[in-house]
């Protein structure tokens, strides 16, 4: 077999075990008791590996924050000079099977929802969702942040965890790429529009709470933390599309983008055949609409593990089936539906359940493709939030943000000398 | 005069490239398609010769 002939192979294998993983919600664990890498002080962060010294604004927010949170310093300052001596250890999230939107900041006191695909034998992990606006992954990390974070790690995973259990009981786990599957025909991209995944999410999940006879006042907060976070259902959506991903990857040939993720820093990029190995290039400061009060040059260059649901075929590959994103994101529908369109210039296929009405119930482009994405010039597009870039400010936008040529054309020539081209 | 016996009939346009052409046409009630296009990219030769073999 020529060896066009057995990347087309290894390539069609790789997109059809991504569209055919499945991806169950089945429990939600403390992340130090479920990743054995937390037996010494770690903290897991988005994107390509990077040290204290080249780390961005909002991801040390983050980390003087999850350092405030374990317990590590009893203030910002001890928290940053611990960090900086290298006290506390630095690891990306994506080479311990999780991700995490933003800063992506987990620490071992943290929940982490476990998705399960059982058909391929992966599982995926995630954090939960804060919210918007002044939230640990954006970087802040005053009283109310831990405090949230806090509760979070206690009622809410609680009241999680019980409605979960009562998911697995009665159907195995609670369906995520069902969910996205119709959010995707409701209007949801499924990265930075999730009104139709959280709430179909919600849905599932009163059901099970009042199922796991919580108390009613828990689940009344539970329930009115979650409907007041449109983007709860993000972090879901990211773990199923870290699962799919993992089906497809480390296919010996395979071309297919793995994963695409940002540390604030840089971005980087894996290849189904080049295993966990990074290539990175410089990451790119989001243009969008910024919320009142926050200027262009506040803006941080771009940050996070959610490049995943674009990797995996929805987020802004499928933003056709989104017009209402563009009030968050900026931009025009039309602009929306030529980004999908320009999108299937650089994947291998057109997914068999992920559908956009609005183009006749198509596929969406799915599949990245190393060779085409360095043939053609056009960079993936990635629908993502602005971080202001100093510590402890937050969010101050949405946006749209493309990955850098560079990082591909590196890999293709690492590709070339892996395989003796 | 060529020119205007071209526009004596329906005006149907094919746009390549840039697509505001078309829309500015469509927007008229012009009948045109547009045809996605760009120039090439221009790539390192070593990358040019991988892709060769590769795609």
New interface residues.
Partial sequence: MSLREEIEKANQMAVERMMEASALWVDVVEAGRKLAVFSQPTILHAGPPVEWESASGPLRGALIGATLLEGWADDPQSAERKLAKGEIRLLPTHEVGVVAPMAGAVSPSMPLVVIRDPKYGNEAYSNLNEGIGKVLRYGAYDETVLKRLKWMGSELSSAFKAAVDQAVKERGGMDVKLILTQALNMGDEGHNRHVAGTSLFLNELVRYMIMSDLPKEVTLRVVDFVKGNNFTFLNFAMAAGKVMTLAAHNIKYSTVITVMSRNGTEAGIWVSGLGKTWFTAQAKIPQGVLFPGFRPEDANPDIGDSAITETSGFGGFAMAAAPSIVSWVGGSVQFAVENTERMYQITLAKHRYFKIPYLSFQGTPTGLDLRKVVKTGIEPTINTGIAHKQPGVGQIGAGVVSMSIEMFKRALRHYAQEYGI | MSGMYALRGELKVINVGS?HFH?QLRRQGVRSIQV?WRPP?E??D??QD??K???
């Fill in positions: 697509s829309d996605n990219v790539l390192e070593d990358l991988i892709l073999e590769v795609l």
